[in-house]
T-cell receptor
Framework: GQNIDQPTEMTATEGAIVQINCTYQTSGFNGLFWYQQHAGEAPTFLSYNVLDGLEEKGRFSSFLSRSKGYSYLLLKELQMKDSASYLCAVRDGDYKLSFGAGTTVTVRA | NAGVTQTPKFQVLKTGQSMTLQCAQDMNHEYMSWYRQDPGMGLRLIHYSVGAGITDQGEVPNGYNVSRSTTEDFPLRLLSAAPSQTSVYFC??????????????FGAGSRLTVL
């Protein structure tokens, strides 16, 4: 099974940087995913890490340390539209994806 | 290209009633799954399928049935609705195993209220 922890809420100012941490314990690790979910909408894919290190995708970066069971999502140059819930998810084996409870990020002007 | 289509978007049931949430995808995805999302609990996997004729249980399968007679369709059946099944339900699909991220594409969600 999975045990995935991430903070419940974070608040940051427009233009700033926010780092969302995720720790996990899993019986079989096969990738870590980050999804974004705006209120009332479906989750959409942001990033994927299967090897240790940093993956950069524009204003968003994701880091993974498999030995520590740790990942973070870094959001740079925050914009108001980045206000959303960010979901950390771990793939167990070939298919199943287990999600954390999500971190609600509020961006203030 | 419609992606993942879920129906209905909203449904109100009385305790004990049964219903089916429909899910269809047009991306020829092998993997399909159903999640429920409740406040403070994140997305929890109900059932999943790795191909036509193959289904398996996820984290919270009790009270739900699924079938996968075609690649495109993966309906979720509530056998006898209970207030604890009040939730937002998401269907999601992906290409399955292989290179790439096996990224899930989600439907828009179905909001179910059981009175």
């Amino acid at each position: 099974g999975q045990n995935i922890d991430q903070p419940t809420e974070m608040t940051a100012t427009e233009g700033a940087i926010v780092q969302i941490n995720c720790t996990y314990q899993t019986s079989g690790f096969n990738g870590l995913f980050w999804y974004q979910q705006h209120a009332g909408e479906a989750p959409t894919f942001l990033s994927y890490n299967v090897l240790d290190g940093l993956e950069e995708k524009g204003r968003f970066s994701s880091f993974l340390s498999r030995s520590k069971g740790y990942s973070y999502l870094l959001l740079k140059e925050l914009q108001m539209k980045d206000s959303a819930s960010y979901l950390c998810a771990v793939r167990d084996g070939d298919y199943k994806l287990s999600f954390g409870a999500g971190t609600t990020v509020t961006v203030r002007a | 290209n419609a992606g993942v289509t879920q129906t209905p978007k909203f449904q109100v049931l009385k305790t004990g009633q049964s219903m089916t949430l429909q899910c269809a995808q047009d991306m020829n995805h092998e993997y399909m799954s159903w999640y429920r999302q409740d406040p403070g609990m994140g997305l929890r996997l109900i059932h999943y399928s790795v191909g036509a004729g193959i289904t398996d249980q996820g984290e919270v399968p009790n009270g739900y049935n699924v079938s996968r007679s075609t690649t495109e369709d993966f309906p979720l059946r509530l056998l006898s609705a209970a207030p604890s099944q009040t939730s937002v339900y998401f269907c999601a699909s992906s290409t399955g195993v292989g290179d790439g991220a096996n990224v899930l594409t989600f439907g828009a969600g179905s909001r179910l209220t059981v009175l």
